[in-house]
């Protein structure tokens, strides 16, 4: 045994430092009165902390090679420095998922478990892997110090460890060796070109990058505030180095993103449309690029098997992305492909079990193809792992009108945090007051978004849900052809949004489908 003799942490004999503070370690256990302390950064060595990731969802133990890349501990004087940490750790999860036999956990499911106290094996339990890399950066200015180690999450023992002291400027040649020393210790034979896709680098510019991390670490918080915080690194990024083509699929998504907050589809659409293709110019075998041109496709040109095409394409460059399959499930379920649809979203689930968007896409299409109870199941699984996440809770609300039970409805979006009541929120709890019969409540939302109008763009299909729950359907129907002419990011849900089923049998609603791009059947 040894341990730190600044921290007092203790490690078994393969390691050599400290990785909260990089000291040397020092033989010999602490006294036996000491509490013991995590056998590593940010895990408990209490087994029943298992319970903080266990419980009906925890996976079996996998048999084959695979890890998770779990946050890197910022122990800088600087916070601020948090971003590089997980960005850091995040770029070798991504190089580590381009090998075919390692299984790689995603980014978001890992990442939930940052600052928890659990033990390897708890993690690996839920997680399905067998092992784990973690670690810490001291950062100072252009210094570095990174320490990593790679862990069996059967019995926690310690399979490799290393410290590197560096510059900023060789953060790239750390990431190389960083991930081939885990390939190297966990004996992964590389195939064909695997080597060369591990050591790419959308770009060698140590400064964008730091940028690119930041825009990142915004991007991953999903508020208006954060997507424009994003935008503005991920801009920066690429004025440094124009060849950045992550960077530039990061822009695209951001923009996209943008428009479900009501931004002005007049400023974002011609944007995300450019940094997409500029993408696709530098690197047309970048995953995260063609995903972005299959968004656009879907969301913006309503040409949706040019989407689906796009959405195939990345998920071969990158079969292991749970974010690739979880919109293309998303696109599947748009188009009432339900069955298509859920087996896609399985499969991120798998890939990626505890990020919120992939449980809660599962429900909404299963709200979608009107299994309304397992929907609503579904929505409450997410919200045990995820309490107050607004876009299920929204979903809910509408699953519970869909069964006939306003109540709920009502109560459920009435627990929708402030902060995330943005305009679409606030448009199903229009249509909700409306059914439950609480006009007043409902007209005060429409008075609140002509009110909005008037002093910047709200976007037509917000007041189309509201006057159908009124049963205006004029209106409805008015504000549908308004919402069409404005390419609203909205529109390609029509096929399946049930708040507007009293709207099917007019005709005006099946010319809106087809000029939404959709096929519709002669009657």
Known sequence: MKRCPQCGREYDLSMSFCLDDGAELLYGARSADETQTAIFGGFGANENAAAVVGGAAAGKMTTRNSIAVLPFANISADEDNEYFCDGLAEELLNALSKIEDLKVAARTSAFSLKGKDVTARAVGEKLGVKNI????VRKSGDRLRITCQLISAADGY????????????????????IALAVVDALKVKLLGDERSAILKRNTRSAEAYEFYLRGLSHFNRWTPLDFQKAIENFERAIAIDPAFASAYAALADAYVEQLFFSFSATDAKPKAREFASRALEIDDALAEAHNSQALIKMYFDWDYASAEAEFK???ALNPGSASV??????????MARFDEALKELRLARELDPLAPPNINAIGVVLHWAGQTDLAIEQFKDV?????????????LAEAYAQKGDLESAVETI?????????????AVAGYLYALSGDRGKAENILNQF???????????????QIYAGLGDHERALDSLKMACEERAIWIPFLKVDHKFQTLRSDPRFTDLLRKAGFEVKAA
């Open 313 to 315: 394409r990345a998920i």
């Open 414 to 426: 009435e627990k929708m945090p402030a902060a995330a009541m943005d305009p679409q929120a606030l």
């Open 383 to 395: 919200l045990e792992l995820h309490p107050g996440y607004p876009i299920c809770l929204s979903f």
């Open 158 to 177: 310690h399979l490799w460890s290393e410290r590197y002291d560096r510059e900023m400027k060789d953060i790239f040649d750390v990431q190389d060796e």
């Open 133 to 136: 890399l973690e670690g810490s």
């Open 325 to 334: 399959h979880m919109w293309f499930g998303w696109y599947l379920g748009i």
């Open 450 to 464: 002509a009110e909005m109008s008037s002093q910047g763009y709200v976007p037509a299909l917000n007041f189309a």
